[in-house]
């Protein structure tokens, strides 16, 4: 079974500063996808960036990268020039390759996240 | 876009009632979830179905039924609400293609 782990309950930052999330994740398997979903008060669920196991460059969408490193199966999540739309809950998640995205995600517990203005 | 709606986004139920949560996608996705999230422990699986009529239980499936009867539509049945069934419950699809999951808004269910 996989599990995910962050570590951060909750973490504030000042508008405008960057900030990185930490994921930790523990499996047997070589290929696998690693998620980073964005939840607002809204509690719309939204995918914020998305990684391949088997890609070495990490992935970037506009001001969110990630920093992949597989030996030591960590995901951490960076936000460049924080928004006060980026205050929301952050769940970083794994899904097996195998399967064809049948089964279902291992999510961790979250991180709050809080941009102050 | 890929829509996923939820019947309601709050429901009240007493204890011993039998509830009904729908879920339905508009994309044509072969697979659909359906999961419980409480504050300090994230998101954890009930079910998932990868076809019509096909379903498999997730990580925490006791007191939880559903029924895929149509591929478009899933739905997530409580036989007999608990109070410790008081949660959001979330609904999601995704194809086998992008494997990430599109998710409805979410159904806050409170039993009482």
Known sequence: AQTVTQSQPEMSVQEAETVTLSCTYDTSESNYYLFWYKQPPSRQMILVIRQEAYK????????FSVNFQKAAKSFSLKISDSQLGDTAMYFCAFGMYSGGGADGLTFGKGTHLIIQP | ???VTQSSRYLVKRTGEKVFLECVQDM???NMFWY???PGLGLRLIYFSYDVKMKEKGDIP???S???EKKERFSLILESASTNQTSMYLCASNSGATYEQYFGPGTRLTVT
């Not at chain 1, 070495?56 to 001001?63: D, I, K, L, V, Y």
């Open chain 2, 62 to 64: 006791e007191g939880y």
């Open chain 2, 28 to 30: 044509d996705h072969e």
């Open chain 1, 56 to 63: 070495q460059q990490n992935a970037t969408e506009n001001r």
């Open chain 2, 66 to 68: 559903v029924s895929r």
């Open chain 2, 1 to 3: 876009d890929v829509k």
């Open chain 2, 36 to 38: 419980r999230q409480d």
